[in-house]
């Protein structure tokens, strides 16, 4: 059983940073690529960013690239999310996700979810 469990969301002012971070548990971590979606309200679901399996490849979306770092501690089974240059939309419900491509963009690429951590940036 795989869980992925977020953390570190919050709520700060707009210029402010946020890290999130995604604890794994259920298979051998450092074997799989992991990524970042968001959810903003009324909205769907979007991609953030993913790293390959090592750490040694990354991939943003255009709208955080500059601001938002994806890393990982395979010794500690997390995967973080560095957010700097926060914005109000930014705004959402972050979720890490786990599958077995990279690099990958989609939801239906990744098999298993955490349970998301807000995320709310103030003007």
């Known amino acids: 059983q795989v869980q992925l469990v977020e953390s570190g969301g919050g709520l700060v002012q707009a210029g402010g940073s946020l890290r999130l971070s995604c604890a794994a548990s259920?298979?051998?971590?450092?074997?799989?690529?992991m990524g970042w979606f968001r959810q903003a309200p009324g909205k769907e679901r979007e991609f953030v960013a993913c790293?390959?399996?090592?750490?040694?490849?990354?991939y943003y979306t255009d709208s955080v690239k500059g601001r938002f770092t994806i890393s990982r501690d395979n010794a500690k089974n997390t995967v973080y999310l560095q957010m700097n240059s926060l914005k109000p939309e930014d705004t959402a419900i972050y979720y890490c996700?786990?599958?077995?491509?990279?690099?990958?963009?989609?939801?239906?690429?990744?098999?298993?979810w955490g349970q998301g951590t807000q995320v709310t940036v103030s003007s």
């Open positions: 259920g298979r051998t971590f450092s074997n799989y690529p």
């Open positions: 996700a786990t599958g077995s491509i990279y690099p990958a963009v989609r939801e239906i690429q990744y098999q298993y």
């Open positions: 790293i390959v399996w090592d750490g040694g490849s990354t």
